[in-house]
């Protein structure tokens, strides 16, 4: 006998729509990390100012702050693009908006291969960063849709592992392609990456919940029984009928601005405050700093000649970005085990420590500490802060507003990482040694939010999350907020009654405290 769809973990199909999904993903951040290893030949023409034909060897800048313009032009288009893929989302589809945008590297690629002149290569980044939003607001609620219960926890980190992929792989290509005029090569790939999202992304399927909410119920059940082949899917199915039902008869899909002024069935000022906190958080405890300057926070250490490629920093860059992705996939794990708000009080305060141990290691210049440092502080962060807030909205926010949510978090987390761009130069003109001071504040402040206000949605249907916090903003803490084991039976009973009950005890269930996760 088939079992019910709703018990089964990942699949393979969940999966191959997944890593579909996810080449938008790995695109975005190819395009983080490809300004860090050339960062020296770009802006400071250390290998020499001459001209390849037309094209010029470097883009002299000058300024500090113009580079940071430059670092920060990326993530203004990828505000740009999960602002603009909301109304795309609802009317088109994940499929449309996930295959289309992507053609958008192409041109970005092309902006920033032939580029002659500093606005055309500030363009070219902006472009490519609204291809790079736009597949990231998709891909984290596409995951969501296509889901089960338990294998979210998988699913969720697909955003941070995609992007740490293309961070690492852009890295080592960087190593040999960074040297003039090999760097024009390094950012023409995104636009092949881009084409090949754009070939391979129709063969996945619609979210089944996007099909059921435009009435298109027949292929809405061909869809889901592909994500869960071999399994029943009739009472799965049935329930995400008369859920989206039941938030038809409440209210259509909400956009951006009657989210935000609150106007919406039930009251998602908690899941509001949540997602922007996390996000804004993931950005200002500076990982991006490390991302996109790491080469030039171990030189100051190392010392070594920018035009003696690869360099030991560029090189120790890239053993970075591979731990990194090695412990996103661990961090993924131990999400499945110790849950949310655990692991990210655990990363922000590990990252807050090895903020204070960057500091005294750059003052004395002890290159071994600063790349432990280093090394610790994106590894902590790859934990839990890195994938953890790209999974919020779709964990804790009712279909009808899930699009808005994400688009309004990740635009949130995209203007911060603008904002770290460009200012992280200047803190570190004026800070100089002290500057991750400033980092080890906002860790610290984060790892506190959370405690108060972050619950745990670890192997929750989202509908009973959204009941319980749908009562504004409030403190997580005390047994009426506690997360109780529930049975099959019980949770299915949950999702038939679609957030209109906030429950409080579960028979059979033993208590297990959110701070625990």
Sequence with gaps: MPVDSRTLGLTGFQAYCMALAAIGSFNFGWNIGSVNIPGDVLQNCVTGRKYYGPFPSCIYVGSNVAWGVITGSYALGAFLGAVLSNPVIDRKGYKFTLTWFALLNVAGALLLSLTTKLPQFIVGRVVVGVAAGAANNALSTYVSDIATP???????????????????????????????????????????????????????????????????????????????????????????????RLNKERTNNVNVWELVCGRTPDNLRHQLLCVSSLLFFQQFSGINAVIFYSTSIINQSTKSNPADIPTLAQILSFLISVAALVFTVLGMGLGAYFGRRTLLIFSHMMMAIFSAVIVPGTIRGVTALVVTAVFCFNAFFNIGVGPIPWATAGEMTPRYAMTAMSGIGTGIGYVSTFAIGVLFPAINNWWGNYTFIFFLCWNVAAAIFVYFFVPETRDRPIEETVAKHSCGIHFVLGSKYAVIPIDHKAETAQLGRASTADESLLDGGSYYSELSG
């Design 150 to 244: 338990r294998s979210r926890t998988v699913m969720g980190g697909s955003v941070q592992v995609a992007t740490n992929m293309g961070i690492m792989v852009d890295n080592a290509v960087a190593l040999g392609l960074a040297p003039p005029p090999r760097w024009r090569v390094l950012f023409s790939l995104t636009g092949a990456f881009g084409l090949l999202n754009f070939i391979l992304f129709p063969f996945a399927r619609e979210s089944p919940k996007w099909l059921i909410s435009k009435g298109q119920l027949e292929e809405a059940r061909i869809s889901l029984a592909k994500f869960r082949k071999g399994a029943c899917i009739d009472d799965e199915f049935n329930e995400m009928v008369e859920v989206d």
